[in-house]
């Protein structure tokens, strides 16, 4: 079996988890599941099993074969490294026999995997250009007259982009050489292989027609990320009781599942409706159907079959919007605002999906004022008691955390997403 690297997402904890989980379902004998820090290794037959993962996962940038492996504790840092020793390792990858296997002019990118290292970014920059310069003229002496690219300082990250890669079809004509720094087992090169599609990501978030950005939307990477998280081998019919424009129905949609769409709002039924119509019309392969009716999640048991579902996914009202940390006191208002509102709508929710379906579903975390702690809603317990199991997505994987929960969420952002993952 070959060996692969997948790198994930800004909330590594809920991409990894949805690897675990799409990796179940489908079956697809990928093994030795491994993580650290923001990157995934594992073992599998072909490229082709690595790319039909990827093309279900949300939470997953980039998949790279790994080609060589230099092992040692010496080159487990980048500390290590020198661009002289690393083009040394390139070569000893046979990397100009790689290049030059393309047909047309070589061109070429060296990423780092992983922003988990201690040097300077200008000392990561200057490893990573100045390695591309020797390999260039490396090949110029072999009469090969090949180009690099360089990642984009300005983007704050080690990795070429997605538009870099794609621009130059460095996937087609040419090489994204990816550097992994193993922290126990030394160095990996691996070839970038597949690539999240970002285009569509981004056209599927901002393009959609039916918008309301003052309540909030949820971004169609975590709407998948949660639709796996709670997708089965016998999931055909998925329900969000609280579906604002659509991005959990329709993403289910498009990955070919029957969903139900439902909200107390008039206007979010009619963007959930004009948001299907629209990707319909714009991504044509869409599989699914998609149904939304206007009803309140706590009243499922009058507007739903019961036990009819076979999962639940959603993201309830998080309160008012709020760009500044919570004092105490406004805290304490929110929670017993929106604690009694989860709990009824669970209670419901539990009337009309199947037994043993997998429910997941979003509460906020706020940034306190004056405080560096957290405020989290404290509903573990209330959910056991209603009868649900709550389920660890990342049971038996380290490094733990600890958590049953996942977060996502982005550096000092005031309001954060928290992830359970429930069994009815």
Request: charged letters at 25%; proline letters at 5%.
């Amino acid at each position: 079996m070959n060996k692969y690297l997948l790198q994930l997402g800004h909330c590594p904890d809920a991409s990894f988890a949805e690897i675990v989980a799409v990796n179940e379902r489908l079956s697809i004998q990928s093994e030795s599941l491994e993580r650290h820090g923001d990157v995934c290794l594992l073992h599998a037959p072909s490229s082709e099993i690595i790319h039909s993962l990827c093309e279900e996962l949300g939470g997953t940038i980039r998949a790279a074969e790994i080609f060589y492996h230099k092992k040692g504790s010496d080159f487990s840092s980048l500390d290590a490294l020198t661009p002289e020793r690393l083009c040394e390792l390139l070569q000893s990858a046979q990397i100009d026999r790689r290049l030059m296997e393309r047909k047309q002019r070589p061109v070429f990118g060296i990423s780092l995997a992983s922003a988990m290292e201690t040097r300077s970014s200008r000392a990561v920059e200057s490893l990573l250009s100045r390695t591309a310069v020797l390999l260039k003229e490396h090949l110029r002496e072999q009469g090969v007259s090949c180009r690099f690219i360089q990642p984009d300082a300005q983007g704050k990250s080690y990795c070429l982009s997605g538009a870099q890669v794609e621009k130059n079809k460095l996937l087609q004509d040419g090489m994204e050489i990816l550097l992994y720094m193993h922290p126990r087992d030394g160095l990996y090169l691996a070839s970038t292989i597949w690539l999240q599609h970002y285009e569509e990501y981004s056209r599927r978030d901002y393009g959609r027609p039916g918008r309301d950005s003052r309540s909030g939307m949820l971004p169609p990477k975590l709407a998948r990320i949660m639709i796996n998280l709670v997708r089965t081998t016998t999931t055909s019919t998925l329900l969000d009781p609280f579906c604002g424009s659509g991005g959990i129905v329709t993403e289910a949609g498009i990955m070919g599942l029957q969903a139900v769409g439902l909200d107390k709002s008039s206007k979010a039924v009619a963007d959930t409706i004009q948001n299907w119509e629209w990707l319909q019309s714009n991504l044509p392969s869409s599989q699914g159907d998609v149904r939304a009716i206007q009803g309140d999640a706590r009243n499922l048991h009058t507007l739903c079959e019961p036990l009819f579902f076979d999962a639940c996914a959603c993201e309830p009202y998080l309160g008012p919007p709020t760009n500044k940390p919570l004092d105490p006191g406004r805290f304490e208002a929110l929670t017993r605002e929106l604690i009694p509102l989860y709990l009824r709508a669970l209670a419901e929710i539990r009337i009309v999906v199947k037994p043993g379906s997998r429910v997941a579903f979003i509460a906020p975390r706020f940034r306190l004022k004056g405080d560096k702690e957290i405020g989290s809603l404290a509903l573990l317990s209330a959910i056991k008691l209603q009868g649900y199991a709550i389920l660890e997505p990342l049971a038996g994987f380290k490094p733990s955390n600890g958590r049953t929960t996942l977060i996502y969420s982005r550096p000092k952002q005031v309001v954060q997403r928290e992830i359970f993952v429930l069994k009815a």
